[in-house]
């Protein structure tokens, strides 16, 4: 049972990072290598029973072409996954700028703590993220890692507190025309962190 729960873990911890390519710029290398059986069997192990509908790109041009329409623009509505847009930009009541209770601008609160966490980890945020260390590639990738620490307190943690605003996130994407793949993946990381939290329930 114990090792049964390990494996099971781990499954939860290769998720989460191969969800989190997704949410970086698509290469063509990720595109040949997406293993569609891979992840549904990693789905399966960790007791997901939906059926997944993939709407696959039907070509590497294609992702690049919802990657842009869902995250990038410029010309149209986007959702960038970026935690710090969707939600208060800082809960500090003497911050002295106009836009501090409102959402919707980068580098807030989330972000700031986000340094924080990879600051007293000993781990550097890549220079691409630099920006924005509240990215959700970023935040998977750190919620993958505290399960391989064993730090299922801080997980619980992590994902009430960096992990919350994915409605959101699916919500506005839903409104933007070609976004039906990333809806998918957002559907599946919400299913999977809420299976998530149940499994670590308890643990310490």
């Not at 070509?59 to 990038?72: A, G, I, K, N, W």
């Not at 911050?95 to 919707?104: K, L, Y």
């Not at 220079?127 to 260390?133: E, H, K, M, N, T």
């Not at 064993?150 to 992590?158: E, G, I, M």
Request: charged share 25%.
């Amino acid at each position: 049972m114990i090792a049964q729960k390990a494996e099971t873990l781990l499954a939860y911890e290769e998720l989460l990072y191969v969800i989190a390519e997704f949410f970086k710029p698509p290469i063509y290398k990720f595109y040949k290598e997406l293993d569609y059986e891979g992840i549904e069997r990693l789905l399966k192990s960790i007791g997901y029973d939906e059926q997944v509908t993939w709407p696959k790109p039907s070509s590497y041009e294609d992702l690049q072409y919802m990657y842009m329409r869902c995250f990038v623009g410029p010309d149209h509505l986007t959702s960038p996954p970026v935690e710090s847009l969707y939600k208060r930009w800082t809960t500090d009541s003497t911050a002295q700028v106009s836009f501090a209770s409102e959402a919707g601008y980068l580098y807030g609160d989330s972000a700031l703590h986000m340094e924080h966490l990879y600051e007293v980890n000993g781990l550097e945020i890549p220079a691409f993220y630099s920006r924005i260390p509240d990215h959700l590639t970023l935040l998977l990738e750190f919620a993958a890692y505290l399960i391989e620490l064993d730090q299922y307190s801080a997980l619980k943690n992590f994902i009430h507190e960096h992990l919350d605003w994915l409605p959101a996130l699916r919500t506005q994407l839903a409104a933007i025309k070609d976004s039906h793949f990333y809806v998918c993946i957002i559907n599946i990381l919400i299913d999977v962190l809420t299976l998530l939290e149940n499994e670590v329930e308890g643990r310490e």
